[in-house]
T-cell receptor
Framework: EAGVTQSPTHLIKTRGQQATLRCSPI?????VYWYQQALGLGLQFLLW???????NRGNFPPRFSGRQFPNYSSELNVNALELEDSALYLC??????????????FGEGSWLTVV | SQQGEEDPQALSIQEGENATMNCSYK?????LQWYRQNSGRGLVHLIL?????REKHSGRLRVTLDTSKKSSSLLITASRAADTASYFC???????????FGRGTSLIVHP
């Protein structure tokens, strides 16, 4: 069974540009989570999607947005990139609604570098 | 904001020794999970322990949970160089559907 897959693995963008990151959850999983992990820091929650709807978002500006498609895959968009957006972006999926009691499984992440 | 907090932030041991890392949290939980992250990679799920459990084992891993102290510990026995990684705990504090992570413990196992 395929795990959570993310693309691209690495992305280099210029300040002010837009970045799009993609995530395919494990088959049968309907919840997708996005986290940002800046170098040397813990995971900061960005967004949670379930059944195609945004259920919760973390303390990030509106230029961080995303969506979940009918096949439960998801994309994260970051507009007006800033240097401090450089980080590892991790996607995770879980079955059922929400995390409580369910294990979430992570992809390998997408490295975003803003220059 | 970080809820689960791991301690110590860094741990350096020799191969064959045991490694213990701790996680503390602030409010009630339904379950707590431990994850491992190799440098620059995704997180790998290690073990889940529910609030009504006190101890769980998986191979060389032993996790304990003390809800009265709001803390959990992860013990890796007979460590190997391949155990070198960062270890994170994740909680569902207050029944949240959003797993919250600490900053992790960086473990280095010297061969």
């Amino acid at each position: 069974e395929a795990g959570v897959t993310q693309s691209p693995t690495h992305l280099i963008k210029t300040r002010g540009q837009q970045a799009t990151l993609r995530c395919s959850p494990i088959s049968g999983h309907t919840s997708v989570y996005w986290y940002q992990q800046a170098l040397g820091l813990g995971l900061q929650f960005l967004l949670w999607y379930d059944e195609g709807e945004e259920r919760n978002r973390g303390n990030f500006p509106p230029r961080f947005s995303g969506r979940q498609f009918p096949n439960y895959s998801s994309e994260l968009n970051v507009n007006a990139l800033e240097l401090e957006d450089s980080a590892l972006y991790l996607c995770a999926s879980s079955s059922g609604t929400g995390y409580s009691g369910n294990t979430i499984y992570f992809g390998e992440g997408s490295w975003l570098t803003v220059v | 904001s970080q809820q689960g907090e791991e301690d110590p932030q860094a741990l350096s041991i020799q191969e064959g020794e045991n490694a213990t890392m701790n996680c503390s949290y602030k409010t009630s939980i339904n379950n707590l999970q431990w994850y491992r992250q190799n440098s620059g990679r995704g997180l790998v799920h290690l073990i889940l322990i529910r609030s009504n459990e006190r101890e769980k084992h998986s191979g060389r891993l032993r996790v304990t949970l003390d809800t009265s102290k709001k803390s959990s510990s992860l013990l890796i026995t007979a460590s190997r160089a391949a155990d070198t990684a960062s270890y994170f705990c994740a909680t569902d504090e207050g029944g949240s559907y959003i797993p919250t992570f600490g900053r992790g413990t960086s473990l280095i196992v010297h061969p």
